[in-house]
């Protein structure tokens, strides 16, 4: 099918942005109205149900995208983060007190002539992945409170976001200050807002949506050969519950100079495995990123020479 994603931040909850919306480098989505219905449960003669309703319309699912620094600033914006301009170029975001920014996605269907969108929508998780041989990949986790569809194409000119695609090549892994790269093959990364919709008795959609546990951040590093020092370092790391800096960068290869770079000032490991026994063996280490009084965070986000 000829479908497009776009995607645009809204002037408020409850108005839909479909006007200013931009391309999303998409390459799945999930996000659709799922329905709940409810049967009676009157006692009655006979085999069949005798009546039900339409209860509930959860808009939520998953989009994900190939991605760039311009689909990273709307992704964290939707996921409660701000932003500040610092050294005149570079653009950083730390969580906010709020959820602020609600999101239009819209699924654009050309060769049908239709198109509809979920509205009122936040990001309850973002996962970060870099892996081999392949693009630095985002996947946003939506809950929206409204759907509506339209029996026509969208008919705006959506515009790009801005930023050239990110990919393994320009990746660079610290732990305490030094690059353990050349040791990794995939990061995930996942900020988990825990996000849940709220609904109200006289609506099939949600009316709020809470956070309903603390947030938290995860790392989960898979290294390319079974090192045993790396090993027994992190499982003495593990039981001893040290904390250390974990920083992250994701660069464009055209300009190397325009980059993301994730810092986690204090991760704790929460497990470490020795992998690929029948094989050539590697370590398998999963990091609890947590609150760091000196950022008020468990992670500070750098766009670097985003802004002109």
């Given at each position: 099918?000829?479908?497009?994603?776009?995607?645009?931040?809204?002037?408020?909850?409850?108005?839909p942005q479909t006007t200013d919306v931009s391309l999303l480098a998409a390459?799945?989505?999930?996000?659709?109205?799922?329905?709940?219905?409810?049967?009676?449960?009157?006692?009655?003669?006979?085999?069949?149900?005798?009546?039900?309703?339409?209860?509930?319309?959860?808009?939520?699912?998953?989009?994900?995208?190939?991605?760039?620094?311009?689909?990273?600033?709307?992704?964290?914006?939707?996921?409660?983060?701000?932003?500040?301009?610092?050294?005149?170029?570079?653009?950083?975001?730390?969580?906010?007190?709020?959820?602020?920014?609600?999101?239009?996605?819209?699924?654009?269907?050309?060769?049908?002539?239709?198109?509809?969108?979920?509205?009122?929508?936040?990001?309850?998780?973002?996962?970060?992945?870099?892996?081999?041989?392949?693009?630095?990949?985002?996947?946003?986790?939506?809950?929206?409170?409204?759907?509506?569809?339209?029996?026509?194409?969208?008919?705006?000119?959506?515009?790009?976001?801005?930023?050239?695609?990110?990919?393994?090549?320009?990746?660079?892994?610290?732990?305490?200050?030094?690059?353990?790269?050349?040791?990794?093959?995939?990061?995930?990364?996942?900020?988990?807002?825990?996000?849940?919709?709220?609904?109200?008795?006289?609506?099939?959609?949600?009316?709020?949506?809470?956070?309903?546990?603390?947030?938290?951040?995860?790392?989960?590093?898979?290294?390319?050969?079974?090192?045993?020092?790396?090993?027994?370092?992190?499982?003495?790391?593990?039981?001893?519950?040290?904390?250390?800096?974990?920083?992250?960068?994701?660069?464009?290869?055209?300009?190397?100079?325009?980059?993301?770079?994730?810092?986690?000032?204090?991760?704790?490991?929460?497990?470490?495995?020795?992998?690929?026994?029948?094989?050539?063996?590697?370590?398998?280490?999963?990091?609890?990123?947590?609150?760091?009084?000196?950022?008020?965070?468990?992670?500070?986000?750098?766009?670097?020479?985003?802004?002109?």
């Open positions: 099918m000829d479908v497009r994603f776009l995607l645009g931040k809204q002037t408020a909850k409850g108005t390459t799945s989505s999930s996000v659709t109205p799922n329905v709940n219905k409810v049967s009676s449960k009157a006692i009655g003669t006979g085999r069949w149900e005798k009546d039900g309703f339409v209860s509930k319309v959860e808009v939520n699912g998953d989009v994900a995208v190939e991605l760039n620094t311009g689909q990273m600033e709307m992704f964290l914006l939707g996921a409660g983060f701000k932003s500040k301009t610092v050294a005149t170029k570079n653009l950083e975001f730390t969580p906010d007190d709020a959820y602020n920014n609600y999101l239009t996605l819209i699924t654009d269907n050309v060769e049908s002539d239709i198109h509809e969108y979920a509205q009122d929508c936040l990001i309850s998780s973002l996962k970060i992945n870099a892996q081999l041989e392949a693009y630095i990949t985002g996947t946003a986790t939506l809950i929206g409170m409204d759907h509506t569809i339209q029996n026509a194409k969208f008919a705006g000119t959506p515009t790009a976001f801005k930023g050239k695609p990110l990919i393994c090549l320009g990746s660079v892994i610290k732990e305490k200050n030094t690059d353990v790269t050349a040791e990794i093959e995939s990061i995930d990364i996942t900020i988990d807002n825990k996000l849940e919709g709220k609904g109200a008795l006289n609506s099939i959609y949600n009316k709020a949506i809470r956070q309903s546990d603390r947030g938290s951040v995860s790392l989960s590093l898979q290294f390319n050969e079974f090192n045993k020092t790396s090993y027994k370092n992190a499982h003495d790391m593990l039981k001893a519950n040290t904390s250390y800096a974990v920083e992250v960068t994701f660069a464009e290869v055209e300009d190397k100079t325009k980059k993301v770079v994730l810092t986690f000032p204090n991760c704790k490991i929460g497990n470490v495995e020795a992998t690929d026994l029948e094989g050539a063996g590697g370590i398998s280490k999963e990091l609890n990123a947590y609150f760091d009084d000196g950022i008020k965070s468990p992670v500070k986000i750098v766009l670097e020479n985003y802004l002109p």
